[in-house]
């Protein structure tokens, strides 16, 4: 894998708002997913989305992708107190089970 | 299901001194990872296991550190000579073979004094 480079490195909102967080990559990719870390502690999958597809939505959350600018942005609508946290984006080149790469992620603060 | 887990959730332990990180995986996951954090930084491949073999160990910051999965399932991480660079919350995935979306585990706070 790869490592993608989240942007901004932080974000503060109030609850209701939209968040819009952005990931930047070098290489040619399989998939990116995102993925989404509460209090420093494990990761939780958000969303995988693979080189062939340009939108995918799950729930709230919307993810893009433009390869031909090697860009992914993750949208959380309607944010809520729960959405703070840090994000993580993972580019993977291969297409299987490799080690993921982590930039230092975009941390968001949702403001009550 | 039983989600990943690890133990302890946090560890002290001297510098110098040696330790061991377990791993559950999700059952049926033939696939396990092992990656550190340090504050303020994202999580740092560390290596992966294929079933009881490790492919890839390129992450290994040294030969201190060491990882086994004997009988393809739990999965022990090994940190010889602690020193307190090693401080890091330690942290595991797993994931079916061949599918790329990761299961992490809540983690091992590891402080080395």
């Known amino acids: 894998s790869q490592q993608g480079e989240e942007d901004p490195q932080a974000l503060s909102i109030q609850e209701g708002e939209n968040a819009t967080m952005n990931c930047s990559y070098k290489?040619?990719?399989?998939?990116l997913q995102w993925y989404r870390q509460n209090s420093g502690r494990g990761l939780v999958h958000l969303i995988l989305?693979?080189?062939?597809?340009r939108e995918k939505h799950s729930g709230r959350l919307r993810v893009t992708l433009d390869t031909s600018k090697k860009s992914s942005s993750l949208l959380i609508t309607a944010s809520r107190a729960a959405d703070t946290a840090s994000y993580f984006c993972?580019?993977?080149?291969?297409?299987?089970?490799?080690?993921?790469?982590f930039g230092k992620g975009t941390h968001l603060i949702i403001q009550p | 299901g039983a989600g990943v887990s690890q133990t302890p959730s946090n560890k002290v332990t001297e510098k110098g001194k040696y330790v061991e990180l377990r791993c559950d995986p999700i059952?049926?996951?033939?696939?396990l990872y092992w990656y550190r954090q340090s504050l303020g930084q994202g999580p740092e491949f560390l290596i992966y296991?294929?079933?009881?073999?490790?492919?890839?160990d390129s992450g290994l910051p040294n030969d201190r550190f060491f990882a086994v999965r004997p009988e393809g399932s739990v999965s022990t991480l090994k940190i010889q000579r602690t020193e307190r660079g090693d401080s890091a919350v330690y942290l595991c995935?797993?994931?079916?073979?061949?599918?790329?979306?990761?299961?992490f585990g809540p983690g091992t706070r590891l402080t080395v004094t």
């Open positions: 995935a797993s994931s079916f073979g061949g599918v790329s979306e990761q299961y």
């Open positions: 290489t040619s990719i399989n998939n």
């Open positions: 989305i693979r080189s062939n597809e």
């Open positions: 993972a580019p993977m080149s291969g297409g299987g089970a490799d080690g993921l790469t």
């Open positions: 059952s049926g996951h033939t696939a």
């Open positions: 296991f294929q079933g009881t073999g490790a492919a890839d």
